[in-house]
């Protein structure tokens, strides 16, 4: 036989002594020890202490855990393997608390403190106003001013003493030349006394003159330079002095591109020849492209001289036809030289006089304007008011 077996097929186990010595008390524990039934025995005899002990202490057989952050979780995932944490006293009957979010990577702005409310909330403040109206600006005079020897233009002189505000001219402001000793003699003893706060536009009598010289060498750099056309801000306003001897592409041109530069919601202009007219002269088509590019800009004025007489068309377009987003255009060439009678009726006329010389007063605001016929003597008067476009 082998050493280490006991007879075929059936394993040998060692004998431990449980106590020194030997009879029949020894020999029993060291068979006893030998045999698997005791080892399997003892094992349960452990397990079932266990029980009694947890049963005994409430503490629960399996080990809670905490939760493991999602970090912490993708780590172990990685490398195969996931660390519990030590058993908890915590009885199973109470809830697992939420576990607090993660912090992210950006930080949270902070937040001032929120005032505590009060115990009555405080009267509302009353509502905002609107802004206050643009001041209005004035802007009056006349066309065919100046005649040697009349009294006229004294007349209307005086008007504009009385009335603050810019001044306009429509043309023709001296007879019968233009001359530069007409301008000295004639012009300036009246209308002359208002040269600083004048911005003129020239006429046809002006021109008989070469180059308008007596004009533009009495009002200078108020005359607009070489061309006899330029444009200035009044208020809310932007206003356009034309030169309607010289109409041609390079005025229409610059006319064209300042109102694209400087869009206005009010515009008006003011030159010598009038595209209608039920005066002696009648219509001047050569002024059409003026009407134009104004329309097209949405102008609202048109102030004109040349016919002795007083003359307010309603709004209208270029081709002559009402047009309720048309411009008004006021004749007005009544500053001083002798009136005419009118040849007829244009279509959208609405009130003519040539009983008296007088000047145009308008009362220019951000959103409309009012017109106001000053007479220097005599009872007729014409006022009204419009919208800007």
């Not at 002990?53 to 490398?79: D, G, K, M, Y």
């Amino acid at each position: 036989m082998r050493p280490g077996t006991a007879g075929v097929g059936r394993p040998y186990y060692p004998t431990y002594s449980v106590a020194a010595g030997s009879g029949s008390e020894g020999k029993a524990v060291n068979t006893l020890v030998r045999r698997p039934a005791f080892w399997i025995g003892v094992a349960w005899l452990v397990a079932i202490g266990l029980v009694a002990v947890r049963v005994a202490t409430s503490t629960p057989l399996v080990a809670e855990t905490t939760p493991i952050p999602s970090e912490a979780r993708e780590s172990a995932s990685s490398s195969g393997s996931i660390g519990l944490s030590s058993p908890t006293a915590t009885p199973t009957t109470e809830p697992t608390p939420t576990p607090s979010p993660t912090a992210t990577a950006s930080p949270m702005p902070t937040l001032a403190p929120t005032a505590a409310p009060t115990a009555r909330p405080a009267t509302p403040a009353p509502p905002t106003q609107p802004p206050a109206v643009a001041a209005t600006a004035v802007l009056v005079g006349a066309g065919d001013i100046a005649t040697c020897g009349g009294s006229g233009d004294e007349a209307t002189a005086a008007l504009l003493d009385s009335i603050a505000g810019t001044v306009f001219t429509a043309g023709d402001n001296v007879y019968s030349d233009g001359t530069a000793a007409e301008f000295a003699d004639c012009f300036n003893p009246s209308w002359g006394r208002h040269k600083a706060r004048t911005f003129p536009a020239p006429g046809n009598h002006d021109y008989h003159v070469a180059g308008a010289a007596g004009y533009y060498g009495y009002f200078g750099n108020r005359a607009g330079g070489p061309g006899g056309y330029y444009a200035y801000n009044l208020g809310a306003w932007r206003v356009y002095s034309l030169n309607s001897e010289i109409v041609g592409d390079a005025q229409v041109n610059w006319l064209r591109a300042d109102l694209a530069a400087n869009p206005r919601a009010c515009v008006v202009a003011y030159w010598h020849h009038p595209l209608f007219s039920s005066g002696r002269h009648g219509n001047d088509d050569a002024v059409r492209p003026f009407w134009d590019v104004l329309h097209a800009a949405g102008a609202e004025l048109v102030i004109n001289g040349h016919d002795h007489d007083y003359e307010r068309f309603g709004p209208q377009a270029p081709d002559g036809g009402a047009n309720a987003n048309g411009i008004r255009e006021i004749v007005v060439g009544t500053g001083g030289a002798g009136l005419r009678p009118f040849e007829g009726v244009r279509p959208n006329s609405e009130v003519r006089d040539f009983s008296t010389n007088g000047v145009l007063k308008l009362t220019l605001n951000a959103s409309g304007y009012r017109w106001d016929f000053v007479p220097a003597g005599g009872s007729f008067r014409d006022s009204g008011t419009g919208t800007c476009h």
